[in-house]
């Protein structure tokens, strides 16, 4: 006869007994041959269960970052860890960071040990991919930009664009890594500060060859070229003669850095030189020919609307254009400048609902081609028209309602207007 100690008895020869709870029993052994009898008991300890699991998760932003948070997860009484990140670097932190220094394949362990003497490990492989990367050459002429900067600007939708990162040119070459996901472009910016004219006459110019941000080719890094080449647009005649014409920019928003040019065109509309604005919000123009010039301001981000201008050998000179600078564009601020210039364009309705028409003075670039394009608010185009004339009814009933921008080109000027879309 068994007495298992907690009320269970057995009478088989070699039982098997389950006890529902840890503790000690005195378990006792009865035997009986005839008229005899005998016992004998054991005290057993049944110990409490000893647990614990090793287990682990990581948080890696994108594929090819080299910050890895490592979130545990392992299970135990009041355990300690160790990790080992497969790179020769450890940690005792429950949930650590680590940067690795290299893209590759590592072999992460979590060790851990309870207050009860449990012990266990885990194991996991991760990834790191080769950094993001935009790689490329700036071209003048038949060689390589050796003076300048690059810019690569970053869209931060909903808020934009920033600069990602900015570099002088390394014998005309230019490198950026370890990027973020998402669409850049880049911006290259010579650097011929001579006191005298310069044939040919480089421009800051675009990925895409272009002169203005808008139209600037996006790269997204889902698909990234090995390399990309920006050929800067240029001028190779003389430019020089007696005539002036210097401004300013009025800004209440934040500048963040991003380069601001004031680009100089011609009456056909083919660009003629440009300057970098300073620090103190100014720009120059001294020693250009007599003509019919167009101002632009340009900047990433920024809706830009031109001036036109008129110096002669009766007027050489003009002084304090004022440019304002907000959120969204640099527009001419007219309160301050007494020469209009600006050909009367008027949108109506604006809001509009179903559709808006564009009347254009019958003195500006009359029966021209015109070229309009949509932006919405985050700057991206919506679509493009071109059209003939002075006229122009645009259908705008399947837009969402918004702010939109619009722009209008002709070969002699390029103007924004904001546009609102209310259905």
């Given at each position: ?112 040990s309870t207050s009860n003497d449990c012990q266990d490990t885990a194991w996991s492989t991760i990834e790191i991919l080769a950094p993001l990367t935009i790689t490329g050459t700036v071209i003048a002429g038949t060689n390589t930009l050796l003076l300048g900067e690059v810019v690569l600007y970053k869209y931060n939708n909903p808020g934009g ?263």
């Amino acid at each position: 006869m068994w007495d298992f100690g907690d009320g269970s008895f057995s009478t088989e020869v070699d039982p098997i007994h389950n006890y529902s709870q840890h503790g000690d029993y005195t378990v006792e052994l009865k035997i009986f041959a005839g008229s005899c009898e005998d016992s004998t008991n054991l005290l057993v300890e049944i110990a409490e269960p000893v647990f614990c699991e090793a287990a682990f998760s990581i948080v890696q932003d994108f594929p090819q970052s080299r910050v890895i948070s490592f979130l545990n997860e392992s299970s135990g009484n009041d355990f300690s860890s160790f990790w080992d990140f497969g790179d020769g670097a450890t940690a005792n932190e429950p949930s650590p960071e680590h940067e690795y220094s290299n893209p590759g394949q590592y072999l992460v362990s979590l060790a851990i040990s309870t207050s009860n003497d449990c012990q266990d490990t885990a194991w996991s492989t991760i990834e790191i991919l080769a950094p993001l990367t935009i790689t490329g050459t700036v071209i003048a002429g038949t060689n390589t930009l050796l003076l300048g900067e690059v810019v690569l600007y970053k869209y931060n939708n909903p808020g934009g664009i920033i600069i990602d990162n900015r570099m002088s040119l390394d014998e005309g070459y230019f490198n950026f890594t370890d990027l973020q996901p998402g669409s850049y472009f880049v911006y290259a910016i010579p650097d011929f500060d001579f006191p005298y004219p310069v044939i040919p006459n480089y421009f800051p110019t675009y990925s895409g060859q272009r002169s203005h941000w808008l139209n600037a080719q996006a790269y997204n890094t889902d698909n990234l070229p090995g390399s990309i080449t920006i050929t800067l647009s240029y001028f190779d005649d003389f430019f020089n003669g007696k005539a002036t014409a210097d401004g300013r920019i009025e800004s209440s928003s934040d500048n963040s850095g991003i380069p601001f040019v004031m680009f100089l065109y011609n009456e056909t509309g083919n660009l003629r030189d440009f300057r970098i604005i300073d620090q103190q919000n100014t720009f120059n123009f001294s020693g250009i020919p007599f003509g019919k010039y167009e101002l632009y301001p340009e900047k990433a981000g920024k809706i830009g609307q031109s001036y036109f201008i008129s110096l002669s050998k009766e007027n050489p000179e003009i002084y304090n254009i004022v440019f304002s600078e907000t959120d969204n564009s640099i527009v001419p601020d007219l309160t301050a400048i007494n020469d209009l210039n600006i050909p009367k364009i008027v949108i109506s309705p604006n809001p509009a609902s179903e559709y808006f028409i564009i009347n254009i003075d019958e003195n500006a670039f009359y029966n021209s081609e015109n070229q309009i394009k949509l932006y919405n608010s985050e700057l991206k185009l919506i679509c493009e028209y071109s059209f003939n004339g002075n006229h122009f009814k645009m259908d705008v009933s399947g837009y969402q309602q918004g702010i939109f921008f619009m722009q209008l080109t002709n070969k002699t000027i390029q103007i924004r207007k904001k546009i609102i879309i209310m259905h």
